[in-house]
T-cell receptor, first 113, second 113 residues
C-alpha cells in the first residue's frame, strides 16, 4: 500500500494557461475524489468517480474544469484558462468499495500569477 | 444538505493540558462523522470516525470524540496535549459514508511548551 500519490506537488503558472494534475489512487480503490482547499479553509468537494464513471460534480466546478478517470485507475484534473482565483491546493482522495474512509494524497499546490 | 461548524479557528493549550476542539454538524440523514488532521504542506490524515453504534470513538494518537445526536455535536478531545499535536484539525460529515465529505473551516491547534 503506497498511498495516494499526486503529481506535480507544486505548479506555478501564468494566468490564461492550462494546467493538468494527476492523481494515482491506492490500488483497487474504486472511488476517487477531488477537493480544492484555499488558504484558511477546509477542503471543498469538486467531483468524484466510481471506477471510470463521474458520479457527481460540484457547482464549484466551472466549465474551465474537467476531470477524467479513463480506465478507472488514475485520474486527471485539467483547468483551462487559469485565473488567479484558481490558486489553491488540489487534493485527491480514494476509498475502497463499501468503506467510509477516504485516504488523501499530499495535494498539488497551484499558484496562478 | 450537510454542513459543519467548527467553533474557534485557533486554539492554544499548554503541553499536558486537555485538548477540546468543537464540531457541530447539520445533516438531513444520519451522518457519518470524521476528524482529520493536516500537518503543514501535507494531505489529510484520518484521526477517527463515527459511523454507527458506540457513540464514543477512539482514534489514533490518543484522540477520541463523542457523537451526541441531541446536540448535533462531535467534539474532539485528548486528555494530555503533546507538542506533536500542533496541526490543523478538520471535522467532516458525509450523508451515507462513501460519498463526498463536507468539511468545516478547520481549527489550528497550537501547543504552548
Amino acid at each position: 500500500d503506497t498511498g495516494v500519490s499526486q503529481d506535480p506537488r507544486h505548479k506555478i503558472t501564468k494566468r490564461g494557461q492550462n494546467v493538468t494534475f494527476r492523481c494515482d489512487p491506492i490500488s483497487e480503490h474504486n472511488r476517487l475524489y477531488w477537493y480544492r482547499q484555499t488558504l484558511g479553509q477546509g477542503p471543498e468537494f469538486l467531483t468524484y468517480f466510481q471506477n471510470e464513471a463521474q458520479l457527481e460534480k460540484s457547482r464549484l466546478l466551472s466549465d474551465r474544469f474537467s476531470a477524467e478517470r479513463p480506465k478507472g485507475s488514475f485520474s486527471t484534473l485539467e483547468i483551462q484558462r487559469t485565473e488567479q482565483g484558481d490558486s489553491a491546493m488540489y487534493l485527491c482522495a480514494s476509498s475502497p468499495e463499501g468503506q467510509e474512509t477516504q485516504y488523501f494524497g499530499p495535494g498539488t499546490r497551484l499558484l496562478v500569477l | 444538505a450537510q454542513s459543519v461548524t467548527q467553533l474557534g479557528s485557533h486554539v492554544s493549550v499548554s503541553e499536558g493540558a486537555l485538548v477540546l476542539l468543537r464540531c457541530n454538524y447539520s445533516s438531513s440523514v444520519p451522518p457519518y462523522l470524521f476528524w482529520y488532521v493536516q500537518y503543514p504542506n501535507q494531505g489529510l490524515q484520518l484521526l477517527l470516525k463515527y459511523t454507527t453504534g458506540a457513540t464514543l470513538v477512539k482514534g489514533i494518537n490518543g484522540f477520541e470524540a463523542e457523537f451526541k445526536k441531541s446536540e448535533t455535536s462531535f467534539h474532539l478531545t485528548k486528555p494530555s496535549a503533546h507538542m506533536s499535536d500542533a496541526a490543523e484539525y478538520f471535522c467532516a460529515v458525509s450523508p451515507f459514508g462513501n460519498e463526498k465529505l463536507t468539511f468545516g473551516t478547520g481549527t489550528r491547534l497550537t501547543i504552548i511548551p
